[in-house]
């Protein structure tokens, strides 16, 4: 039987995440975590893959040349569409959802973010595209990280270093404001997360072989960007 995605249809229905502070929060410090890998700069052309709200560009628009929001949720391309209308150097485009011709997102980009979104890839066929692709798109030089990549091994000193990691950046309370409105009103997300079983499994072993593959330089990253202690950040150099 042909598998269907259920967050494909979950992204086109946002409930709490656009609206959360949190998530924008999140965002914030990822930025300022990674600006010494990342060296967001004025002679940037970013594309934010997978998109979502548009936090990304929220935050960086005002200190990079340019940022191509893209998501394939056509609810967040139209709420992106509404927020960054008077923003001229942020544009917005739907990713076509077989990752066919990637170009119609844009080419000549610097710098590449694909955060908290490659475990809700259909298969490793598809990261194998998406990979590729962004190589059409992108100049020789560009870095694409790809943060947040979840996984279902999550032990007791993960979730230490979660609650350290909120504590520390000023997150705690709205962490737990988000946490509860997934339980009062959001009871789709758990049943379809299944506390993280449903994600595509993405072997570190498969981003490195397919690196080699590709010509590419690979490199699984240590550092904690999120509160997600356990994800995996992963930064690719075409
Ligand atoms: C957890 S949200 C992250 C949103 C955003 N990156 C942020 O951090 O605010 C996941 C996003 O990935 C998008 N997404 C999932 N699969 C995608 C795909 N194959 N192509 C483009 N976007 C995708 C969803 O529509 C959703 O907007």
Not at 115 to 122: G, I, K, L, N, P
């Amino acid at each position: 039987m042909e598998y269907i995605n259920p967050w494909v249809e979950y992204w086109n229905r946002d409930k709490i995440w656009s609206k959360s502070k949190f998530w924008r929060k999140q965002m914030e410090v990822f930025v300022r975590l990674t600006t010494g890998i990342m060296d967001y700069n004025a002679n940037d052309k970013i594309l934010d893959f997978g998109c979502g709200s548009g936090n990304f560009a929220e935050i960086t628009a005002d200190r990079v040349g340019s940022v191509v929001c893209a998501d394939m949720s056509e609810s967040y391309i139209s709420m992106c569409s509404s927020k960054f209308a008077e923003v001229p150097n942020v544009t917005v485009a739907r990713v076509n959802p077989d990752l066919s011709d990637l170009t119609n997102v844009g080419t000549g980009f610097t710098k590449v973010i694909c955060f908290s979104v490659m475990h809700y890839f259909t298969d490793l066929d598809y990261v194998a595209r998406f990979l590729s692709g962004i190589q059409r798109i992108a100049v020789p030089g560009t870095k694409l990280l790809v943060g947040d990549i979840g996984n279902n091994n999550r032990t007791w000193i993960d979730n230490f270093r979660a609650l350290s990691f909120t504590l520390r950046e000023g997150m705690f309370l709205d962490a737990l404001i988000l946490i509860t409105r997934i339980w009062l009103s959001d009871s789709h997300y758990r049943k379809i997360k299944q506390r993280g079983d449903s994600y595509l499994s993405i072997p570190d072993a498969y981003l490195l072989e397919l690196g080699k593959e590709l010509g590419l330089k690979v490199t699984v990253l240590e550092n904690q960007f999120t509160v997600n202690a356990n994800y995996r950040n992963v930064l690719v150099e075409y």
